[in-house]
């Protein structure tokens, strides 16, 4: 089969694999219908995720077919079109049972962490994928969603909801700012409505990227190109800042500026995935009462959110800027790693 394989920092290549096959008897094997790239691949392509060694499939999204399942596999079938979680579960180990996904215990990949495909195992962004402990980690595609819309629910969706939303700890009325409007940071200003979020404000170096963000709820928008971005944020507040300010690109100086925005007993939500230091003051932090959170997404909302897409009260299709083949996959990264230029969102690329 093809698949889109990792070779070092820099560099990747669409070239010829072994086609997965069953290896537990808890696996399934599915055929990739739908998949897209995520910043994370990205981030990954740049170095950021030593974990990951060259000869590694990437991608860790998609919406497919079964094609086999293990012996174990009884809830499942061939012929079943499944959302592939980012997350594996094995639905068993303490932390699965605690709903905390992202750490679990099972023996795929690396004890301890829930995010395998295109991380420790081979990924998604290839014409076939096995899928360990399938029973609990995909979803079946519900009547008149798309595969374009499924896919969105592998990551994005749950990630932002949770790690932004959530872990900000967003309330009805509170200002919210989200600091990078990409797919993920797009995702917590679609979410933030659902807990009653008064004002949503994007800030991005991007001015299509804000107006994009006006689309999908945001309120107001500010370039951080602006010398005085700052104020114009604090203007959007009664003057004390920001209730919650998500960090969703995954560099230092955006993390700084969240901590710059958050009120006193406000929280700081990070999103982004970081590959370098960051420094953190907590000379100045620690007397304003500041919370600040972090996390690999757990994918525990994923039903609620798919339920929400399925009755058309999530409109999700408009982070679809681009479509491809998968034979094209290396012109899909080239559009999406071009964001700025492109103006890409997700890059969906079918079969």
Not at 29 to 34: F, S
């Amino acid at each position: 089969m093809k698949a889109l394989v990792y070779q070092g920092p820099g560099k990747k290549a669409w070239q010829d694999v072994p086609e997965p096959r069953i290896k537990h008897p808890t696996d399934a094997i599915v055929r990739i219908d739908t998949t897209t790239i995520c910043g994370t691949d990205l981030h990954i392509l740049k170095g950021d995720v030593p974990a990951v060694t060259p000869g590694r499939i990437l991608g860790h999204e998609g919406v497919g077919v079964i094609t086999e399942v293990g012996s174990a596999v009884t809830m499942l079938a061939a012929g079943d079109n499944v959302i592939i979680s980012c997350i594996k579960s094995c639905g068993r180990c303490v932390f699965c049972k605690q709903g905390i996904f992202a750490h679990c215990l099972g023996e795929e990949g690396a004890v301890g962490i829930g995010w395998v495909f295109g991380h420790l195992i081979d990924g998604t962004q290839a014409e076939y994928v096995r899928v360990p402990y399938a029973e609990t980690s995909v979803y079946k595609v519900p009547r008149g969603v798309t595969n374009q819309q499924g896919v969105l629910l592998s990551d994005i969706l749950p990630t932002g909801f949770e790690i932004g939303v959530q872990y900000g700890q967003t309330k009805p009325g509170d200002v919210v700012a989200v600091i990078g409007a990409g797919p993920i940071g797009l995702s917590v200003i679609l979410t933030a409505g659902l807990y009653g979020a008064s004002r949503i404000i994007a800030v991005d170096l991007d001015g299509n990227r804000i107006e994009q963000a006006k689309k999908f709820g945001a309120t107001d928008g500010v370039s951080s190109r602006d010398a005085d971005w700052k104020k114009k944020v604090m203007a959007l507040t009664d003057g004390w800042g920001v209730d919650v300010a998500v960090e969703a690109v995954g560099i230092p100086e955006t993390f700084e500026m969240a901590t710059q925005i958050v009120r006193p007993g406000g929280h700081v939500a990070n999103v982004g995935v970081h590959g370098k230091p960051v420094q953190l003051r907590l000379q100045d932090l620690w007397i304003h009462n500041i919370n600040i959170s972090m996390g690999l997404v757990n994918t525990n909302t994923t039903p609620m959110l798919l339920k929400l897409v399925a009755d058309g009260r999530l409109d999700v299709d408009k982070f679809a800027s681009h479509h491809f083949k998968l034979d094209d996959m290396l012109s899909a990264y080239d559009t999406f790693g071009r964001a700025a230029e492109t103006k890409a969102l997700k890059v969906i690329i079918d079969r």
